[in-house]
């Protein structure tokens, strides 16, 4: 079983939509989350990061933590064109040598 | 703003060549990643130091690979010798570890990737 799962998409959404990304992790005991953009030939970029359970909002940008239920989502309100890229999940806990954990990313499409 | 640098951005070369690749970490950060990617594989990590020390490097392959922090401002991935199937994107990131605990872990930061060729 992989330590961070995402749905690798693709995910298409028209423009002013909410798009809604999802990420699932196996250690219950993982600590730290964040959600990183990788447009297509470019370097990961940090969108958000969430530590506690609940919602943390950024401009459009909503990330939704659940320990319980062991996922992390990512919400993109007014989703538009240049939001279209790859999202990548990460991980890490202290319990595990505070390693970051990917997921292999869902790319989203936003349509005009 | 600062960043992370990586050099060289662009490298081809031929098979059995040594390649090295640098890294300079964000002033004050105290961990630095080395990661590849590929279409097929991911993000995979391949090392990982924390304040020059390796920490994990159990993803990289020990009989080609070798990666060293020599001070604070460097770190380097060699490669020796190469093969066609280390083509890849290699991106080296540098974050803050900070005692234990739920905040004890600081985003990471991505430079702009060294796209390796080998032929």
């Known amino acids: 079983q992989k330590e961070v799962e995402q749905n690798s998409g693709p995910l298409s959404v028209p423009e002013g939509a909410i798009a809604s990304l999802n990420c699932t992790y196996s250690?219950?005991?993982?600590?730290?989350f964040f959600w990183y953009r990788q447009y297509s030939g470019k370097s990961p970029e940090l969108i958000m990061f969430i530590y506690s359970n609940g919602d943390k909002e950024d401009g459009r940008f909503t990330a939704q933590l659940n320990k319980a239920s062991q996922y992390v989502s990512l919400l993109i309100r007014d989703s538009q064109p240049s939001d279209s890229a790859t999202y990548l999940c990460a991980v890490t806990s202290s319990n595990t040598g505070n390693q970051f954990y990917f997921g292999t990313g869902t790319s989203l499409t936003v349509i005009p | 703003d600062a960043r992370v640098t990586q050099t060289p951005r662009h490298k081809v070369t031929e098979m059995g060549q040594e390649v090295t690749m640098r890294c300079q970490p964000i002033l004050g950060h105290n961990t630095v990643f080395w990661y590849r990617q590929t279409m097929m594989q991911g993000l995979e990590l391949l090392a990982y130091?924390?304040?020059?020390?390796?920490?994990?490097d159990s993803g990289m392959p020990k009989d080609r690979f070798s990666a060293e922090m020599p001070d604070a401002t460097l770190a380097t991935l060699k490669i020796q010798p190469s093969e066609p199937r280390d083509s890849a994107v290699y991106f080296c990131?540098?974050?803050?570890?900070?005692?234990?605990?739920?905040?004890?872990?600081?985003?990471?930061?991505f430079g702009d990737g060294t796209r390796l060729s080998i032929l």
């Open positions: 250690d219950r005991g993982s600590q730290s």
């Open positions: 130091f924390r304040n020059r020390a390796p920490l994990d």
């Open positions: 990131a540098s974050g803050l570890t900070v005692g234990t605990g739920i905040y004890s872990n600081q985003p990471q930061h």
